[in-house]
């Protein structure tokens, strides 16, 4: 998944002198980052914010600028080249800013350039439910082979890391203070949207009433949603040479495209997927692995989830 993020920005590193120049005479640095988590929602939640005519969000949706290890060497120029500085509120979304250990000092590069204007946004999930939804994703696209009991407890498990919320979003209390970090659970999304997008809209400080028949939608809201593995052909195929340049510029297509395309892989109608349950051992060990650190998130946002109980 790391490989398919950066090449989906090879032909930007051959455009950069461009970008710069176009940069310079409208690119603006962004105000707004939601940073995750992975399979929390962030997707839905970057196409509400994108509707409300106050917020630019970025197209593609994951830029990864702040990841060393991805489009860090880019520059400056080419990250503000995204964004219209007409615009009051301008975001993206890239949840592999939340993938500690993995990618380290991502917060840190975050304050450094946006300094004091940056609010983030951080979406998380019963945790359990995240760690199925995400090796459903990696196993109906052909990144993870092992059997879920063996992927999950494995030593270096990234599922197990991901759903860790409160190692993740402590760089960011440290770097942008409490004021600017809205934690928002899925289940608030879903089952509470109104109440919710208006919320986040407040945070950002553009009109909370704005509203929109398109906040209906959920969108990507199960990977592998199809049981005839539509999931896995369409994402395989992207990967194809002559198919490249869609997946790479598939968040750049005008809204109601991309809903129709979602609606042909991710159809939200069907319901999600099927999800396989954890056996009670394995689900004792992964409550056991999670404890600690829910504990801690709960004392950090001051909230309790009563995701573990």
């Not at 176009?22 to 992975?38: E, F, K, Q, T, Y």
């Not at 409490?178 to 208006?198: F, M, P, S």
């Not at 650190?293 to 950090?300: K, N, S, V």
Request: hydrophobic share 40%; net charge neutral.
């Amino acid at each position: 998944m790391v490989a398919r993020a950066r090449d989906r920005f090879a032909a930007e590193r051959r455009k950069l002198a461009k970008r710069r120049r176009v940069a310079a005479r409208s690119g603006a640095l962004p105000n707004l980052i939601v940073i995750g988590g992975l399979k929390c929602g962030t997707t839905s939640l970057h196409h509400y914010l994108t509707l409300h005519p106050e917020i630019q969000m970025s197209r593609p949706k994951e830029l990864n600028f702040f990841v060393e290890e991805l489009n860090w060497e880019l520059g400056p120029e080419w990250y503000a080249s995204h964004f219209d500085r007409k615009v009051p509120v301008r975001g993206e979304t890239s949840p592999h800013y939340t993938n500690l250990p993995r990618f380290q000092g991502v917060a840190e590069r975050m304050a450094d350039l946006l300094g004091d204007d940056a609010r983030i946004v951080y979406m998380v999930r019963d945790p359990i439910e995240r760690i199925l939804s995400h090796y459903l994703h990696n196993s109906g696209a052909g990144y993870e082979t092992r059997p879920l009991e063996e992927a999950i407890v494995a030593p270096d498990s990234t599922y197990i890391a991901r759903s860790r919320y409160a190692m993740q979003l402590k760089p960011y209390l440290e770097h942008f203070g409490a004021d600017r970090v809205l934690v928002l659970d899925n289940a608030e999304l879903a089952e509470r949207r109104d109440e919710t997008v208006r919320r986040v809209f407040e945070f950002c400080g553009v009109d909370p009433n704005f509203t929109s028949e398109q906040f209906e939608r959920m969108w990507e809201t199960g990977s592998a949603r199809a049981k005839e593995g539509g999931f896995r052909i369409m994402d395989r195929a992207v990967r194809l040479p002559g198919l490249r340049a869609l997946d790479r510029n598939f968040d750049r297509l005008p809204e109601s495209l991309r809903w129709m395309v979602e609606k042909l892989v991710h159809d939200p109608d069907t319901g999600p997927a099927e999800k396989p349950k954890l056996p009670a051992d394995l689900r004792d060990r992964v409550v056991a692995a999670l404890a600690d650190d829910g504990r801690e998130l709960e004392r950090l946002v001051g909230r309790s989830f009563g995701w573990l109980s």
